[in-house]
């Protein structure tokens, strides 16, 4: 089980950048995957990005393409998220996930090896972006 702390939430304007960072409590993270979700109330959680542990492949969902940037050092078992001319509707909780080492090779992107039942995740950071 790895226990997973985001950090770097806040209030920001709309426009502005903030990073998010999550760390994994593995002395050396061994899953497959680490990503970023976000839920609004009374929504479904959503994928925003995701990124392979071994060979930093990368994989984002269309909403965020472009504006956000998921990246990770192994050095500090860490992910962030960059995310870049935030708007209102970016307000969410935003959570990491961390996807298990996959039992045999698999062509799915970053954290769509398994359903999310099987990820380990955080407990969430507030974003709030205002107008």
């Known amino acids: 089980q790895v226990h997973l702390v985001e950090s770097g939430g806040g209030l920001v304007q709309a426009g502005d950048s903030l990073r998010l960072s999550c760390s994994a409590s593995d002395r050396t993270f061994s899953g497959y995957a680490m990503g970023w979700y976000r839920q609004v109330p009374g929504k479904v959680r959503e994928f925003l990005a995701g990124?392979?542990?071994?060979?930093?492949?990368?994989y984002y969902a269309n909403a965020v393409k472009g504006r956000f940037t998921i990246s990770k050092d192994n050095t500090k078992n860490s992910i962030y998220l960059d995310m870049n001319s935030l708007r209102p509707e970016d307000t969410a909780v935003y959570y990491c996930?961390?996807?298990?080492?996959?039992?045999?090779?698999?062509?799915?992107?970053?954290?769509?090896?398994?359903?999310?039942?099987?990820?380990?995740w955080g407990q969430g950071t507030q974003v709030t972006v205002s107008s």
């Open positions: 996930a961390a996807e298990p080492d996959r039992k045999s090779p698999s062509p799915m992107p970053p954290m769509y090896g398994t359903g999310w039942s099987d990820f380990n």
């Open positions: 990124i392979a542990w071994k060979d930093g492949t990368t």
